[in-house]
């Protein structure tokens, strides 16, 4: 008959053994500074195409052609003459 410790010996027999496994080296990322750059202008590309297929009339507001999306104008609103 077996002790009521052995199942709990066994348990830590296992942890022992996992932890006495020598590490595994992780694998270095193949992606550097050049792919993460080429990545980060894919993801721009990406923003700008989803920004310009949503609001496609911003690009063309105050009458002329803006790069940018946006324009900016002001008006002096006055409701009497002074």
Same mark, same amino acid.
């Given at each position: 008959m077996k002790s009521p410790s052995a199942p709990a010996e066994q348990g830590a027999q296992v942890i022992r053994d996992l932890l006495s496994r020598p590490m595994l080296k992780r694998p270095r990322s193949r992606l550097r500074c050049a792919g993460q750059i080429f990545k980060l202008i894919l993801i721009v590309i990406a +923003?700008? +195409?989803v920004y310009s297929g949503l609001y496609p009339w911003a690009f063309l507001v105050g009458g002329g052609?803006?790069?940018?999306?946006? =324009?900016q104008g002001f008006l #002096?609103?006055? =409701?009497?003459? #002074?």
């Open positions: +923003a700008l +195409a052609f803006h790069p940018l999306g946006y =324009w #002096i609103m006055c =409701w009497f003459r #002074i």
